[in-house]
């Protein structure tokens, strides 16, 4: 039994000729049924920002050089990719996309099959959107593509690729405190069994709420703010996951003495070796949200802290926990520049004995991308990095 929610089926406007994303819904389960226009909210910001990106455009010199004229959104595409193909600065995409509002009720929504057109004129860039439907011919014979309205059934594509963060929306999960010291564990397996593998039955203590499914995490790690030294959260390990079944409680035995019948659980999925003294946590709601990458609207910044998993350095594709949560004005989608924070060296042009050391610059070497914020800290995705990244660089505002 699950109570994991699913979200609501996508479906494009009906005879929209640009259906164009502000921010994309990721739907990340398959074979919905598509039903009604979604009901994403679009901010004041949203909407003045398309208006003026309508009446302008982007400057030329925002363009690459090597930006295709046309360019046919394909299924496996993100908007952050896309952004990528026409902007040097992917997260200015809502400045680039021309918009029809009179026509376009909701702009959350880019399709497979759609084009792209980029206008060039004025000095200024903007994208148009319709949807190419072959060849047709002309007058004199010849066969032309032409461009017209129809209506569209494919999921709106994500903002970036969704299955690099999927699995960590519920299993990459900080802490405000030290709470699984006292959550209910496990404190006996089926037959004795040292190792648990889905399928098989653990017995669990402690308060259980009414939920069917619960997370099964290993002892959680202190995460340290790399400057000032203080626990910002506690990051447990996901080990896997498993199903209430059976209800526990006392009864009396024998003796007359009161018996303590643990709950019996279930194991439905395994990442790691699971066994006795594993924490249990109940398993919230899915996150299907808008992920559209924007940069912070203030100046912000701060440390990475930790490398999600074992690594002692990440790369691209990978997930790093930062210093900075809710409390200081972080969001969902952020894109934040990353830095390599610049070594202290000797001055080896100064001759005799006396030594001078300097700090070299700061050099900025990738970009991270927002997708989980928690009160003090959040997880984010490393979408472009020249060197390893280690707990301690530095990020800022793009």
């Known amino acids: 039994m699950s109570r994991r929610t699913h979200p609501a089926p996508i479906l494009a406007p009906a005879r929209s000729a640009v259906a164009l994303s502000l921010g994309v819904a990721i739907a990340g389960a398959a074979g919905l049924a598509a039903a009604a226009e979604p009901n994403f909210p679009i901010t004041p910001e949203q ?18 050089p090597d930006a295709p004229d046309i360019y046919t959104v394909k299924n496996r595409d993100t908007l952050w990719g896309i952004s990528s193909l026409y902007l040097k600065s992917p ?5 680039l996309w021309g918009m029809n509002m009179d026509q376009v009720r909701n702009p959350h929504l880019i399709f497979p099959g759609q084009v792209l057109f980029l206008d060039k004129s004025d000095g ?6 319709g949807a190419q439907v072959g060849g047709g011919v002309s007058g004199d014979g010849k066969l032309q593509p032409h461009v017209r309205a129809k209506d569209i059934a ?16 519920n299993e990459a999960v900080i802490f405000e405190t030290n709470q699984l010291a006292t959550a209910p564990r496990i404190v006996a397996t089926q037959e004795g069994r040292v ?20 997370r099964i995490f290993r002892q959680p790690r202190p995460l340290v703010d790399p400057t000032t030294k203080e626990i910002l959260g506690y990051e447990a390990t996901y080990v896997g996951a498993s199903e209430y079944t059976v209800e526990g409680g006392t009864r009396t035995g024998p003796d007359g003495k009161a018996e303590i019948i643990p ?32 940069p912070p609207a203030a100046p912000i910044s701060g440390q990475i802290v930790s490398i999600y998993g074992d690594a002692l ?62 009160e003090r800290m959040s997880y984010a995705l490393i979408l472009s990095v020249s060197e390893p ?10």
């Open 47 to 64: 909407r003045a920002t398309a208006k003026r990106a309508a009446e302008a455009g982007v400057p030329l010199s925002e363009i690459k």
């Open 124 to 129: 200024r860039a903007r994208l148009r959107m």
């Open 263 to 294: 709950a019996t659980f279930t194991v439905t999925n395994i990442r790691m070796e699971a066994g006795v003294g594993d924490r249990l946590a109940p398993v919230p709601a899915r996150e299907y949200t808008n992920y559209a990458p924007h």
């Open 91 to 95: 997260w200015r995409w809502p400045e």
């Open 154 to 169: 494919f999921y709106g594509i994500a903002s970036i690729p969704f299955n690099l963060i999927e699995p960590f929306l």
């Open 195 to 214: 190792i648990l593998a889905r399928g098989d039955t653990a017995y669990v203590r402690g308060e259980l709420g009414a939920e069917r499914e619960y």
């Open 389 to 398: 990244v280690s707990p301690g660089d530095l990020f800022a505002q793009p």
């Open 313 to 374: 350095t990440a790369g691209q594709n990978q997930i790093v926990s930062i210093n900075r949560g809710l409390n200081d004005g972080i969001e969902r989608g952020h894109v934040l520049a990353l830095y390599r924070n610049g070594k202290v060296v000797v001055d080896p042009t100064e001759t005799g004995r006396r030594k001078t050391w300097i700090k070299l610059p700061d050099e900025r070497h990738g970009v991270l991308f927002v997708f989980r914020v928690f």
